[in-house]
């Protein structure tokens, strides 16, 4: 079992920053894969940007060049740095990861607001 705590959602005008924060417990050591989805009001969730145990990165062609996804995978956490924030990027972000069997875990959800 994985337990994922998120931080650090908010509230912030377009063009803004904000630090998404992810930390993993419990089998931590048998995480493979650890990132980011999130679920926009009234869309299926969707894939913000992941990243492998041995750093293969997944970003989202919407948040390339924008977002920036990093882990430490000795403190078992990850973090979304989203910088040019726009209105579109207001959404439920959900911390994601999948371990060595293909269990996937999710964390409960941070809100990003972005307003224009």
């Known amino acids: 079992q994985v337990q994922l705590v998120e931080s650090g959602g908010g509230l912030v005008q377009a063009g803004g920053t904000l630090t998404l924060s992810c930390a993993a417990s419990g089998s931590g050591a048998s995480i493979n894969v650890m990132g980011w989805y999130r679920q926009r009001l009234g869309k299926q969730r969707e894939l913000v940007a992941t990243v492998a145990n041995r750093g293969t990165l997944n970003v989202a062609n919407s948040v390339k060049g924008r977002f920036t996804i990093s882990r430490d995978n000795a403190k078992n956490t990850v973090i979304l740095q989203m910088n040019s924030l726009k209105p579109e990027d207001t959404a439920v972000y959900y911390c994601?990861?999948?371990?060595?069997?293909?269990?996937?875990?999710w964390g409960q959800g941070t809100q990003v607001t972005v307003s224009s």
């Open positions: 994601f990861s999948r371990v060595w069997d293909l269990s996937e875990y």
